[in-house]
Nanobody
Framework: QVQLVESGGGLVQAGGSLRLSCAASGRTFSNYVMGWFRQAPGKEREFVARIDWVGSITGYSDSVKGRFTISRDNAKDTVYLQMNSLKPDDTAVYYC???????????????WGQGTQVTVSS
């Protein structure tokens, strides 16, 4: 079992930036594909970004492409999500997830963090 703990959420004005972190423990971090998902009130959880085991392959949803960057530091067992040019529509709880397979859907990820709130004001 891998444990995930997100941090870095908060309140920011539109156009601003935040960096989310997700610290992993319990298993070998480099064995896992890491993903970021988000869920706004009344909406389903949606894919944001994911990164492969060594950080060479990344993927993004169309809504964040060009504004968000996912990265990982396997020496620190941590994955990051740099969020720039934030919009009010980015407001959601952001979740970190891990799985051994390369995928983009929430159902494909076995391990989840507790989430961190990101609120973007207009």
């Amino acid at each position: 079992q891998v444990q995930l703990v997100e941090s870095g959420g908060g309140l920011v004005q539109a156009g601003g930036s935040l960096r989310l972190s997700c610290a992993a423990s319990g298993r070998t971090f480099s064995n896992y594909v890491m993903g970021w998902f988000r869920q706004a009130p009344g909406k389903e959880r949606e894919f944001v970004a994911r990164i492969d085991w060594v950080g060479s392959i990344t993927g993004y949803s169309d809504s964040v492409k060009g504004r968000f960057t996912i990265s990982r530091d396997n020496a620190k067992d941590t994955v990051y999500l740099q969020m720039n040019s934030l919009k009010p529509d980015d407001t959601a709880v952001y979740y970190c997830a891990a799985d051994r397979r390369l995928a983009n859907t929430p159902a494909a990820f076995a391990h989840w963090g507790q989430g961190t709130q990101v609120t973007v004001s207009s």
